[in-house]
């Protein structure tokens, strides 16, 4: 009986293997894409949450893009007091958040 036992502990050991932990990136902001009046010309314009990472230059690996509706159905649960958020401004002045400008 004892032997069963040690051959299903050593079977459940195997297969149950803790697997190594895994790093997990934080993701830092949260970029919310679209429509601003323009203060230069006063036309309406959307922004695309990926352009204003390009502005606020942020690599893609560091935010979250919400740009409609169902973007911010995927973020409903998380917690946003977490997160640098990140809007298109009338102005159009974005300061520099990624260090040395590059566009990707």
Do not use: A, T
Not at 9 to 20: V, W
Not at 59 to 72: F, L, Q
């Amino acid at each position: 009986m004892k032997k069963i036992f040690n051959l299903i502990l050593l079977f459940f050991k195997k297969f149950f293997k803790r697997k190594k932990k895994i790093e997990v990136i934080k993701k830092k902001y949260l970029i919310f894409g679209g429509y601003i009046h323009s203060k230069n010309d006063g036309d309406l314009h959307f922004i695309s949450g990926d352009r204003l990472r390009q502005l606020y230059n942020i690599n893609k690996e560091d935010c979250i893009i919400v740009n409609n509706e169902e973007d911010k159905m995927k973020i409903k649960g998380i917690k946003r007091y977490e997160f640098i958020e990140l809007y298109p401004k009338f102005d159009g002045k974005y300061e520099n958040l990624g260090g040395k400008r590059k566009w990707n």
